[in-house]
């Protein structure tokens, strides 16, 4: 019997809307599954590009307006995949329609946006997902079960740093990323990934420091608006103590995310340029093996590694995208999914909290972000 179809709309044919395409196409080859995607309908502004995208990447038809898109009766769930100042509104558009929206991340560009587009999905009781796809890569999958099966003992510290070079070029012209307003911060571009990753192996960040710099502050003759690289020092409401650093200006480092897990009896490190692995130091090891062993996340007894190929031949970024869409529509018509806009909303707080304390040079709590002034008692 063929299995029952949901139509996909995917808003934005850039890099995202192709990684997304990519994913819808190539999860039903890798994995079995309840439903089946068709590709209904792409948008995008400009008429030929959003064309060409759409014979491209196996659509059935395109529009040049995601209004028109979300609206279309044959559109299951819209996947958001334009800039995040755009983001919350389409959301919620999507979510008024009775669609079931993805949106990549960041969420919004503020924690208030993202608020509104939580409510927005939670009034219209849609699914909602959000674009956290580095969790679903093997290894960082693994990294999660092994914390949360005590293989690092109480978690004591967590780094999670990312480093690009994408921004160094001072050449490079204004477009929507250097724009707070549409484009938002390093913090919550980069960093928005790391405190995901982070919280969901350490629980919920309390308060952080911060520090934010912008190296090139004009291009095309126009104010950059955003961070190119900014930190912070992190406390978790478990106790724990960590380090974000996030930085679009780092010569010649492509996508060089790293992040550590020390506990109270082991150490965990996943490092983007070896994807298929991850580093584990055990505290009880004789100490003639003193050092780190080099897991394969690629065992069939892995995270996902039953949909892939044989072990040792690797999987790489686009995995991470087949793995979440394939996830989502694994609960296809029911659900749950995640991480949702609650968890995307959650980690919006966390990137405005260090903005916050690196424009006025103090720690934040989270929950001066989340919580109105009138509402807030001291902490004993
Ligand atoms: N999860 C990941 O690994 C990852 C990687 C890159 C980007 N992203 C996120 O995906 C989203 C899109 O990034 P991208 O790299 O695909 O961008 P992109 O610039 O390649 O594509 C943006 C798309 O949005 C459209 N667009 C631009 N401005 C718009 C507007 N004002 N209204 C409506 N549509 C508009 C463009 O026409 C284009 O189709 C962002 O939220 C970004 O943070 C996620």
């Given at each position: 019997?063929?299995?029952?179809?949901?139509?996909i709309?995917?808003?934005?044919?850039?890099?995202m809307?192709?990684?997304h395409?990519?994913?819808?196409?190539?999860v039903p080859?890798?994995?079995s599954?309840?439903c089946?995607?068709?590709?209904?309908?792409?948008?995008g502004?400009?008429?030929?590009k959003?064309?060409?995208?759409a014979?491209?990447?196996?659509?059935?038809?395109?529009?040049?307006?995601?209004?028109?898109?979300?609206q279309?009766?044959?559109?299951d769930i819209?996947?958001?995949?334009?800039?995040?100042?755009?983001?919350?509104?389409?959301?919620?558009?999507?979510?008024?329609?009775?669609?079931?929206?993805?949106c990549?991340?960041?969420?919004?560009?503020?924690y208030?946006?993202?608020?509104?587009?939580?409510d927005?999905?939670?009034?219209a009781?849609?699914?909602n997902?959000?674009?956290f796809n580095?969790?679903?890569?093997?290894?960082?999958?693994l990294?999660?079960?092994?914390?949360?099966?005590?293989?690092?003992?109480?978690v004591?510290?967590?780094?999670?740093?990312?480093?690009?070079?994408?921004?160094?070029?001072?050449?490079i012209?204004?477009?929507?990323?250097?724009?707070?307003s549409?484009?938002?911060?390093?913090?919550?571009?980069?960093g928005?990934?790391?405190?995901?990753?982070?919280?969901?192996?350490?629980?919920?960040?309390?308060?952080?420091?911060?520090?934010?710099?912008?190296?090139?502050?004009e291009?095309?003759?126009?104010?950059?608006?955003v961070?190119d690289?900014?930190?912070?020092?992190?406390?978790?409401?478990?106790?724990?103590?960590?380090?974000?650093e996030?930085?679009?200006?780092?010569?010649?480092?492509?996508?060089?995310?790293?992040?550590?897990?020390?506990g109270?009896?082991?150490?965990?490190?996943?490092?983007?340029?070896?994807?298929?692995?991850?580093?584990?130091?055990?505290g009880?090891d004789?100490p003639?093996?003193?050092?780190?062993?080099?897991?394969r996340?690629?065992?069939?007894?892995h995270p996902?590694a039953?949909?892939?190929?044989?072990?040792?031949?690797?999987v790489?970024?686009?995995a991470?995208?087949?793995n979440?869409?394939?996830?989502?529509?694994?609960?296809?018509?029911?659900?749950?999914?995640e991480?949702?806009?609650?968890?995307?909303?959650?980690?919006?707080?966390v990137c405005?909290?260090?903005d916050r304390?690196?424009?006025?040079r103090?720690?934040?709590?989270?929950?001066?972000?989340t919580?109105?002034?009138?509402?807030?008692?001291r902490?004993?």
């Amino acid at each position: 019997m063929p299995l029952p179809e949901v139509g996909i709309g995917i808003a934005g044919y850039g890099m995202m809307g192709k990684a997304h395409s990519f994913a819808y196409t190539a999860v039903p080859v890798m994995r079995s599954l309840p439903c089946r995607p068709r590709l209904r309908v792409i948008s995008g502004r400009d008429e030929e590009k959003v064309s060409r995208a759409a014979a491209a990447y196996g659509f059935e038809s395109w529009t040049t307006d995601w209004h028109e898109l979300i609206q279309r009766p044959d559109v299951d769930i819209v996947d958001i995949c334009t800039p995040p100042g755009t983001h919350a509104e389409i959301a919620s558009a999507a979510a008024a329609a009775g669609k079931a929206v993805i949106c990549e991340k960041p969420l919004a560009v503020s924690y208030a946006q993202a608020v509104s587009a939580l409510d927005a999905v939670r009034t219209a009781g849609v699914l909602n997902a959000v674009g956290f796809n580095y969790r679903r890569l093997p290894a960082v999958s693994l990294m999660k079960r092994m914390v949360d099966e005590g293989a690092v003992g109480k978690v004591r510290l967590v780094r999670a740093i990312w480093l690009s070079d994408e921004f160094v070029d001072p050449a490079i012209p204004y477009d929507w990323r250097f724009d707070r307003s549409m484009g938002g911060t390093t913090i919550a571009d980069l960093g928005s990934h790391l405190i995901d990753m982070a919280t969901w192996m350490a629980g919920d960040v309390a308060e952080v420091s911060g520090q934010s710099e912008t190296f090139v502050r004009e291009r095309s003759n126009r104010a950059v608006s955003v961070d190119d690289a900014s930190s912070a020092l992190v406390r978790f409401e478990s106790g724990a103590r960590g380090l974000f650093e996030m930085a679009r200006v780092a010569v010649r480092r492509p996508c060089d995310f790293t992040i550590e897990v020390n506990g109270s009896s082991g150490t965990l490190v996943f490092e983007y340029a070896r994807l298929n692995e991850l580093l584990f130091g055990e505290g009880a090891d004789e100490p003639g093996l003193y050092g780190m062993r080099r897991i394969r996340a690629e065992h069939e007894s892995h995270p996902y590694a039953r949909s892939w190929w044989p072990v040792g031949q690797g999987v790489g970024y686009g995995a991470s995208f087949v793995n979440h869409l394939g996830d989502l529509l694994e609960r296809w018509p029911d659900g749950p999914w995640e991480p949702d806009f609650a968890t995307g909303a959650a980690v919006q707080a966390v990137c405005d909290a260090i903005d916050r304390a690196a424009s006025e040079r103090r720690w934040v709590e989270v929950r001066e972000i989340t919580v109105p002034p009138a509402a807030r008692t001291r902490r004993p």
